[in-house]
């Protein structure tokens, strides 16, 4: 069959609630998915920030959703308590992360087009110092990440709020990873994060991860290939965002069996 991943056992380490579409384009394209996620995402250990931020969101001018999973964690708690407020300009990393908003139904949800992370928010005119500087901005994230937002919004004026909404940890086990490195059952990684892959690195023993280091890995931010290439990876490819930009790569591909 003449499709551009026949048989290729690619790996997919989105979180479980975001690989299904990815894993559907690798096998419309005749490749093996194989699931792994590496990050393992949870509620929030403590909702009572969250609460507290739903009864004062008419506060706010703009509310800044990370991922998401900061949309599946937040948004049906604000809507099972109140409408959304009208006054309130939602915001997304992603466009990943605005159509879940629009699934939900707030539809009127500004994000960069080209480039998704918090460079590319910050440099959207609404976020502007003339634009935020004594405004309340609230942001909807994971624990952990990058402070990078929240610092550039405080800098240029605004009030900020940053409140975890989900939790990210590493698996637990990478017992069926190393197996499957150790009997050659993957031809490519896909990486969507710097945490996952840092994650990924730290499930593996040195022997695993020097098999690993010649698998070809498909990352959609230079943030994340410049981490695979800090940590030896050999066969890094950039790919644009998000999943069409790695199937894209994917296909492109120049696997050995073309050559």
């Known amino acids: 069959m003449n499709t551009p991943l026949h048989g290729k056992r690619i790996l997919v380490t989105r979180p479980s609630a975001q690989a299904g579409k990815l894993a559907q384009l690798i096998a419309a394209q005749g490749g ?33 959703f990370i991922s998401p999973n900061a949309v599946e964690f937040s948004v049906p708690l604000i809507l099972s308590t109140r409408p959304w407020p009208a006054t309130v300009q939602a915001a997304a990393i992603g466009q990943s992360t605005a159509e879940q908003l629009a699934l939900c139904g707030i539809g009127r949800v500004i994000a960069p087009v080209e480039r998704f992370d918090s460079e590319a ?61 150790r009997n050659r059952q993957l031809d490519a990684l896909t990486i969507s994060s710097s945490e996952g892959l840092r994650n990924l690195r730290a499930l593996l023993d040195t022997d695993a991860f020097e098999l690993m280091r010649t698998l070809p890995v498909f990352v959609p931010h230079q943030r994340i290939a410049e981490v695979a290439v800090e940590l030896g990876l050999q066969r890094v490819r950039l790919t644009r965002p998000a999943d069409a930009g790695i199937i894209e790569s994917l296909c492109d591909y120049n696997w050995p069996d073309h050559e």
Request: overall charge negative.
């Open 32 to 64: 093996k998915p194989v699931r792994f996620p590496l990050l393992e995402i949870a509620p929030a250990d403590d909702p009572l920030p969250l609460q507290q931020v739903i009864a004062r969101l008419d506060a706010y001018v703009i509310a800044v």
């Open 121 to 181: 928010l910050l440099e959207l005119p609404e976020f502007h110092s003339d634009r935020v500087a004594g405004n309340k901005v609230l942001i909807l994230r994971g624990n952990g990440g990058r402070d990078l937002l929240a610092t550039t919004l405080l800098e240029r004026g605004a009030e900020v709020h940053a409140v975890t909404c989900y939790h990210r940890s590493a698996p637990g086990d990478g017992k069926l990873l190393v197996s499957l490195l």
